[in-house]
């Protein structure tokens, strides 16, 4: 029998010290790469979110719901702790159904102006179109603008816009309008506008639904209206502060639902649990232009499969490591396009009170770079309304102010729904003003991948560290949202 030479067994035990050694810290390398947010993951989530398989996940349909199970179950996947309601089977789930009441026009809507005792009428699909219908019946006071004012609050605003104006002038007007809480605007119809009312093809407008138990407020409602030439001059020419009434009677189309998906981690501290941060997106885009000719699926890449992605892979990072102190909630807002209805009703139904809940950070067009702030830097809106945004930056997160004050995006998020009810609650974005907001060229192929690696990592240490601290942030002195 041969004998094993001492250089022989040295030999064979530092192979094995290297193998073990080697593994060991591959197995490190591991734990800390599963910890990083990285580019594949990124990928593959956005790819299935913003797909054309998915119609655009239209708010309220069946593949937003689908986009909710997904989340769900990547949730699932990393760890999380459901914080939706029952499946189907009665185990807890990660899908919150929203309830929602569906009103439809009984018969065509008239756009009515009262001149002293006469009413001069205007009817749907002969004289007019409808791009935004927010409530059955909308009705102000005419007042005529031009592109650049803002309408009163109130007003019914008859736009002049000048003959060049495009898409982005009037959504700019429709926003200023909005802001003001003015009731409606009229424009004059584009060519597009036109060939579709003159081919007898343009269907009633839809009403969006509202949550089953929240009738809403007269407030709340604005229309955008697209006249014909000659109505546009015939109201043009009546006199200021006439009543203008635009509507028909409805009738209850029935139930429908919008989806939320909610995961948690549980916070450590028998305290500390008691308080919440929310990272929050919304999972909705625009479905299907059904009278679009060429590509009509609105993705929503930007807009927003890159918030639900930012929100699953801080999920993913976080869910890995050590549990904080504080609860994390991880939400994807249902029918955020369609005016919120995930967000009122999932804070209508909150899971801890209001009072609990430290932080909202959304997370909403983070996809590309906005070339008005510094490489790899996202920006947080209302950053100068609290303390919060300077504190992350301490800790690391690459946030400025939101280089776009004049678009009022601190009020076009989910945020708001939670700001106006006491919390401190911001959007994270970098969304530059590009011309593909809102139409269907908002793809995946237009994301820059690599800039949302970077910039979504740089959200964990600050985001880990706000989940282990005693901090709360507070708004400034007068800078508490209101309505």
């Not at 584009?190 to 009738?215: C, D, F, I, M, Y």
């Not at 809403?216 to 203008?244: C, H, K, M, W, Y």
């Not at 029935?254 to 308080?275: H, L, Y």
């Amino acid at each position: 029998m041969n004998s094993v030479r001492p250089y022989t067994s040295r030999a064979i035990a530092l192979v094995l010290f290297i193998v073990i050694q080697s593994h060991f810290g591959l197995a490190q390398q591991s734990a800390r790469t599963d910890l990083t947010i990285l580019e594949r993951n990124i990928r593959a989530e956005m790819n299935f979110l913003a797909s054309d398989a998915m119609q655009g996940r239209g708010s309220a349909t069946g593949y937003e719901r689908i986009a909710a199970e997904y989340i769900g179950s990547q949730f699932r996947q990393f760890g999380l702790e459901p914080a939706g309601e029952p499946d189907a089977s009665g185990a807890p789930g990660f899908v919150q159904r929203v309830p929602l009441q569906v009103l439809k026009f009984q018969e065509r809507p008239m756009l009515v102006a009262m001149v002293g005792s006469q009413a001069r009428r205007w009817e749907y699909g002969r004289d007019l179109l409808v791009s935004v219908m927010r409530g059955p019946q909308v009705n102000g006071d005419l007042q005529v603008i031009d592109a650049d004012d803002t309408p009163a609050k109130g007003a019914f605003a008859v736009v002049r816009l000048p003959a060049n104006a495009d898409r982005q002038k009037r959504q700019d007007v429709t926003r200023r309008a909005r802001l003001a809480r003015a009731a409606a605007l009229i424009f004059l119809e584009t060519e597009a506008n036109k060939q579709l009312r003159e081919s007898g093809k343009a269907r009633l407008p839809e009403l969006p639904p509202r949550v089953q138990g929240n009738a809403g407020s007269a407030s709340d409602a604005f229309a955008v209206l697209n006249l014909r030439q000659q109505a546009f001059d015939e109201i043009s020419t009546l006199p200021a502060g006439t009543r203008i009434e635009f509507g028909a009677a409805t009738q209850d189309d029935g139930a429908a639902a919008t989806w939320n998906a909610v995961g948690m981690i549980r916070g450590s501290d028998p305290e500390a649990a008691k308080e919440a941060i929310f990272l929050s997106a919304h999972l909705d885009h625009l479905g299907v232009a059904e009278e679009t000719a060429g590509d009509a699926i609105y993705n929503g890449a930007d807009d927003d499969a890159s918030g639900c992605v930012s929100v699953l892979e801080l999920a993913r990072a976080l869910g890995l490591g050590p549990k904080p102190k504080r609860t994390i909630y991880f939400v994807a807002f249902g029918s955020e396009e369609r005016g919120g209805w995930g967000a009122q009703y999932f804070v209508a139904h909150s899971p801890v009170p209001l009072d609990h809940i430290v932080a909202d950070l959304n997370f909403e067009m983070l996809g590309r770079p906005d070339a008005k702030v510094s490489a790899n830097t996202l920006w947080l809106t209302g950053f100068d309304r609290s303390n919060l945004g300077a504190e992350l930056v301490r800790r690391g997160a690459l946030l400025v102010a939101d280089p776009h004050p004049e678009q009022n995006f601190f009020q076009r998020s989910d945020n708001y729904t939670l700001a106006l009810r006491g919390v401190i609650a911001h959007t994270v974005s970098s969304f530059g003003l590009h011309t593909d907001y809102h139409r269907p060229s908002d793809e995946a192929s237009k994301i820059d991948f690599a800039f949302m690696t970077h910039s979504i990592n740089s959200m964990i240490a600050p985001v880990k560290w706000l989940a282990n601290s005693s901090f709360r942030p507070a708004w400034e002195p007068g800078k508490a949202p209101t309505r």
